[in-house]
């Protein structure tokens, strides 16, 4: 596993001008979840709509947000169990 990674997060809201891909630290996985290391990711009408900052009274993110809801690739470490 790398030291680093690569993350789309929304800085802004807007169509596509507040989105960048950063490089960030890799997450350690908590309680009854996992790390994947992504080989494929789709962007889905959800994360569509909150870039786009539609669903803000909803969706309350705080900015950097990561986006991207749909992913596939392989499990590369467990959180404890509860």
Do not use: C, I
């Not at 989105?19 to 908590?30: E, H, K, N, T």
């Amino acid at each position: 596993m790398n030291d680093r990674s690569r993350a789309l997060r929304l800085h802004g809201y807007g169509e596509r001008d507040g989105l960048r891909v950063d490089d960030v630290a890799p997450p350690s996985p908590q309680g009854g979840e996992v790390l994947v290391a992504v080989k494929a990711a789709g962007v889905n009408p959800l994360d569509h709509k909150l870039a786009a900052g539609w669903l803000r009274q909803g969706f309350a993110l705080t900015l950097p947000a990561t986006q991207g809801l749909e992913l596939a690739g392989e499990v590369v470490a467990l959180g404890p169990s509860a």
